[in-house]
Protein backbone atom coordinates (compact mmCIF):
# COMPACT_ATOMS: atom_id res chain seq x y z
CA UNK A 1 0.00 0.00 0.00
CA UNK A 2 1.03 3.34 -0.53
CA UNK A 3 0.93 6.37 1.20
CA UNK A 4 1.70 10.29 0.17
CA UNK A 5 3.98 12.34 2.35
CA UNK A 6 5.45 15.36 1.77
CA UNK A 7 9.29 15.89 1.49
CA UNK A 8 12.08 18.42 1.17
CA UNK A 9 15.42 16.97 -0.30
CA UNK A 10 18.68 18.82 -1.52
CA UNK A 11 18.12 19.94 -5.17
CA UNK A 12 21.18 18.32 -6.80
CA UNK A 13 19.86 15.04 -5.38
CA UNK A 14 16.40 15.36 -6.70
CA UNK A 15 17.99 16.05 -10.04
CA UNK A 16 20.08 13.37 -9.76
CA UNK A 17 17.48 10.26 -8.93
CA UNK A 18 15.13 12.17 -11.41
CA UNK A 19 17.81 11.33 -13.89
CA UNK A 20 18.49 8.36 -12.71
CA UNK A 21 14.84 7.34 -12.82
CA UNK A 22 14.82 8.31 -16.38
CA UNK A 23 18.21 6.12 -17.33
CA UNK A 24 16.43 3.07 -15.36
CA UNK A 25 13.03 3.40 -17.31
CA UNK A 26 11.50 4.28 -13.59
CA UNK A 27 8.94 6.52 -11.86
CA UNK A 28 10.95 8.89 -9.54
CA UNK A 29 8.22 7.52 -6.72
CA UNK A 30 9.56 3.35 -7.60
CA UNK A 31 12.79 4.57 -8.07
CA UNK A 32 12.57 6.60 -4.08
CA UNK A 33 10.62 3.09 -2.61
CA UNK A 34 13.29 1.26 -4.38
CA UNK A 35 15.89 2.66 -2.63
CA UNK A 36 14.24 3.13 1.01
CA UNK A 37 13.70 0.20 0.72
CA UNK A 38 17.35 -1.31 0.32
CA UNK A 39 18.72 0.73 2.73
CA UNK A 40 16.32 -0.26 5.84
CA UNK A 41 17.17 -4.18 4.03
CA UNK A 42 20.81 -3.32 4.51
CA UNK A 43 20.67 -1.05 7.81
CA UNK A 44 17.89 -3.29 10.05
CA UNK A 45 18.97 -3.46 13.68
CA UNK A 46 20.06 -6.31 14.86
CA UNK A 47 17.94 -8.38 16.74
CA UNK A 48 18.79 -9.29 20.60
CA UNK A 49 18.74 -12.96 21.10
CA UNK A 50 19.02 -14.86 24.74
CA UNK A 51 20.53 -17.60 25.52
CA UNK A 52 18.80 -20.08 26.85
CA UNK A 53 19.93 -23.34 29.44
CA UNK A 54 19.28 -26.90 28.35
CA UNK A 55 16.88 -26.96 31.38
CA UNK A 56 14.71 -23.93 29.93
CA UNK A 57 14.82 -24.91 26.70
CA UNK A 58 13.23 -28.56 27.61
CA UNK A 59 10.83 -26.78 30.10
CA UNK A 60 9.70 -24.39 26.59
CA UNK A 61 9.69 -27.96 24.41
CA UNK A 62 7.52 -29.60 27.07
CA UNK A 63 5.22 -26.49 27.02
CA UNK A 64 5.23 -26.57 23.08
CA UNK A 65 4.06 -30.13 22.88
CA UNK A 66 1.68 -29.87 25.35
CA UNK A 67 -0.13 -26.70 23.60
CA UNK A 68 0.52 -27.36 19.88
CA UNK A 69 1.67 -30.96 19.91
CA UNK A 70 -1.32 -32.36 18.60
CA UNK A 71 -1.40 -29.68 16.17
CA UNK A 72 2.07 -30.17 14.87
CA UNK A 73 1.88 -34.06 14.73
CA UNK A 74 -1.55 -33.29 12.30
CA UNK A 75 0.43 -30.69 10.06
CA UNK A 76 3.62 -33.07 10.08
CA UNK A 77 1.48 -35.90 8.46
CA UNK A 78 0.56 -33.64 5.54
Known amino acids: MLVKTTLR ?5 KKAAGKRAIDEGKSLQQLFNEALEDYISKNQAPTET ?26 AKL
Open 9 to 13: IKENL
Open 50 to 75: KTVSDREFAKLLTKVNKEYGSALRKL
